[in-house]
């Protein structure tokens, strides 16, 4: 086998989701090389988080770029609802927020993804490798000092100041890092699938509760992207039974109209994402730190893990691209990251196992399953909470600001 390939850069990051390409971008344009690792070929996958938060929007527009965000296809949502004894109620408005966009836009992670490659690729500074998978960490003396990636073509050894993993909950990164996972509750499944929309359908964007407890309905413009969230039992029991089956289930919990399930013809038509809440117990090693859901894999519940990665690449990219620039990175910077982002992921994940482990007790087993969770009960008798809530999904418990830079495009 010939030599590899060597590519020498001041970061190298993996993945190029959003912690990866946003981070990738913000560091470009604060004068650092960087390059950005990903191990498909395209962003065109299904079911991926596409809510753009109010807290990311604002960073959209810090950066100058709402006017070329906001001409991508996309859905607003001023608030979120969830259908609740067949009424609807407001359970997270964001029309009092302290920031200019006050509404979550629903859009299609790929074009998200290709919007933030196209804006880092102005800078000479910033390189993007696709279908390059990470298959070793490289280290020395008990430091990590790059990444060796395999491509369809050849196989690269990448020098770095820093490496970062942003690749996702089953980071590769973290594993061969031997970083330690802290998980907690009990790991759910959310099946996805696409349903037509049609002439009187729902005319509101209703996100992440549905019409019962455990059915996401988000509208993405031509179709309707739902979501089946399974406790008491197991995708692979479901199958067992069945597609008929499975539309029978979903038929259930849906405001759509029974037959629009028959779209379902397999279950080729549905995706698995197994839901888990972890994060790493410290995140960063000498060389290396983990941002995003490779350092702290979310709930769906508020589509809040695509924000805090932002959150995260904005905050590393901040207190880390002058130590980078200037050759002086030190293990207390990544330090600094961690303690930095620590707060917002620790109370953002206390929050989510609460409103998972909220079920009435009074009542049998069935009702425990179905019926609507506390805080969406507490958001019914008490509307202002809407508001509260509102704040805490679209703002998180810690909001980023972009860093003024000089531009080096």
Not at 260 to 265: I, M, N, S
Not at 397 to 406: I, S, Y
Request: glycine share 8%.
């Amino acid at each position: 086998m010939s030599e590899n390939e060597t590519i020498k850069t001041t970061c190298v990051v993996a993945g190029a989701g959003p912690a990866g390409l946003m981070l990738g971008f913000l560091l470009a344009r604060a004068g650092v090389d960087v390059t950005v690792v990903e191990k498909h070929a395209d962003f065109l996958r299904d079911f991926r988080g596409d809510t753009i938060h109010p807290s990311t929007l604002q960073v959209i527009e810090e950066l100058g770029l709402m006017d070329d965000f906001l001409a991508l296809p996309h859905t607003r949502a001023e608030k979120l609802s969830a259908e609740m004894d067949g009424r609807t109620v407001t359970i997270a408005d964001f029309s009092k927020l302290p920031v200019k966009n006050r509404f979550i836009a629903f859009m299609p992670q790929w074009d998200f993804l290709n919007f933030l490659a196209a804006q880092a690729s102005r800078y000479p500074n910033f390189r993007l490798i696709m279908q390059a998978e990470v298959t070793e960490i490289r280290e020395r003396n008990g430091r990590v000092i790059g990444l060796s990636v395999r491509t369809p073509e050849r196989e690269i050894d990448i020098d770095a100041e820093l490496v970062v993993g942003a690749d996702g909950r089953n980071s590769i990164v973290r594993t061969k890092a031997g970083l330690t996972i802290e998980s907690f509750g009990v790991p759910s499944e959310v099946v996805w699938m696409k349903l037509s929309k049609q002439v009187g359908d729902p005319n509101e964007v209703m996100g992440h509760a549905g019409p019962r407890q455990g059915f996401v309905l988000i509208d993405r413009g031509e179709y309707w992207q739902c979501g089946l969230v399974i406790r008491k039992t197991t995708f692979a029991e479901i199958k067992s039974q069945g597609i008929e089956a499975f539309r029978k289930m979903v038929a259930d919990v849906s405001p759509l109209p029974a037959d629009r399930v028959e779209e379902l013809r397999s279950f080729d038509d549905t995706s698995l994402l197994t839901v888990r809440i972890d994060r790493l117990a410290q995140w960063w090693r000498p060389g290396l730190i983990c941002i995003g859901d490779a350092a702290h894999a979310m709930s769906p519940i508020g589509g809040v893990g695509v924000n805090l990665a932002i959150q995260d690449a904005v905050a590393t990219a901040n207190i880390l691209a002058a130590p980078l620039r200037e050759g002086r990175l030190a293990d207390a910077d990544l330090a600094a990251v961690e303690k930095r982002r620590s707060f917002p992921t620790k109370a953002t994940q206390k929050m989510q196992l609460m409103m998972r482990s909220s079920r009435r007790k009074d009542k049998g087993d069935d009702q425990k399953r179905k019926g609507p969770p506390a805080f969406i009960r507490g958001i019914a008798r008490w509307p202002v909470l809407a508001h509260l809530a509102g704040r805490l999904m679209g703002m998180g418990f810690r909001m980023e600001h972009v860093k003024a830079t000089k531009s080096h495009a």
